[in-house]
């Protein structure tokens, strides 16, 4: 079956590129581990003073740099229906899946180690699945971030969507530079050399 979202970029010298943080979105969901997408795509608008508006189905704001725009958003759809939002955004936007970059937590990664990848499974994440099941792909770039799996079988939902210990916190504003650095590089450098200077750090 033909990807449906999938639309080449528009012509022009500025490259536009989709950066999608998945969390959940809501008061209760705020400071959770899961939601370490929403923290990275904050910082990196931060970092360039861009305002969030409220969009379809997302949160969505955009960053210019070096002949670049990055469309940021926050689906507001739930993680489990992530991809609705991706999808969307994907398309209204123009964006060419090699420029989509999906930023998500990963309890298989120890706390705060990054792993890009071009292409994978869903590895057991929901936000992954439904954004593959809506793409109809599995070969879209993917951002993971690590957040450790200190929790007992059976335990893995608690935890995930527990909030951050204080040394946690501590960690992730530590490592939050260096995970926009790593959007940046994207952007900039393309996939193949963002994996081999920030994989594993």
């Given at each position: 079956?033909?990807?449906?979202?999938?639309?080449?970029?528009?012509?022009?010298?500025?490259?536009?590129?989709?950066?999608?943080?998945?969390?959940?979105?809501?008061?209760?969901?705020?400071?959770?581990?899961?939601?370490?997408?929403?923290?990275?795509?904050?910082?990196?608008?931060?970092?360039?003073?861009?305002?969030?508006?409220?969009?379809?189905?997302?949160?969505?704001?955009?960053?210019?740099?070096?002949?670049?725009?990055?469309?940021?958003i926050?689906?507001?759809?739930?993680?489990?229906?992530?991809?609705?939002?991706?999808?969307?955004?994907?398309?209204?936007?123009?964006?060419?899946?090699?420029?989509?970059?999906?930023?998500?937590?990963?309890?298989?990664?120890?706390?705060?180690?990054?792993?890009?990848?071009?292409?994978?499974?869903?590895?057991?994440?929901?936000?992954?699945?439904?954004?593959?099941?809506?793409?109809?792909?599995?070969e879209?770039?993917?951002?993971?971030?690590?957040?450790?799996?200190?929790?007992?079988?059976?335990?893995?939902?608690?935890?995930?969507?527990?909030?951050?210990?204080p040394?946690?916190?501590?960690?992730?504003?530590?490592?939050?530079p260096?995970?926009?650095?790593?959007?940046?590089?994207?952007?900039?450098?393309?996939?193949?050399?963002?994996?081999?200077?920030?994989?594993?750090?």
């Amino acid at each position: 079956m033909p990807n449906l979202c999938a639309f080449p970029n528009a012509r022009g010298r500025v490259k536009k590129f989709l950066i999608a943080g998945l969390g959940n979105t809501g008061t209760a969901y705020e400071n959770t581990r899961h939601n370490v997408g929403f923290e990275v795509v904050d910082a990196l608008a931060r970092e360039s003073g861009s305002k969030w508006c409220s969009a379809r189905w997302a949160g969505r704001t955009t960053v210019s740099r070096s002949g670049t725009k990055l469309v940021l958003i926050k689906p507001t759809t739930y993680m489990n229906q992530s991809g609705k939002a991706v999808c969307y955004w994907l398309e209204k936007e123009g964006v060419s899946i090699e420029n989509l970059l999906v930023i998500t937590d990963d309890i298989h990664l120890a706390f705060g180690t990054f792993r890009l990848r071009g292409k994978g499974s869903d590895g057991g994440h929901n936000g992954l699945k439904s954004v593959a099941d809506h793409l109809q792909t599995t070969e879209y770039p993917r951002f993971r971030f690590g957040v450790g799996r200190d929790f007992l079988p059976g335990q893995q939902v608690d935890y995930v969507l527990g909030k951050w210990t204080p040394e946690e916190r501590g960690g992730l504003v530590e490592r939050l530079p260096l995970a926009t650095a790593l959007v940046a590089s994207f952007a900039r450098a393309g996939l193949s050399h963002t994996m081999r200077e920030f994989n594993g750090r």
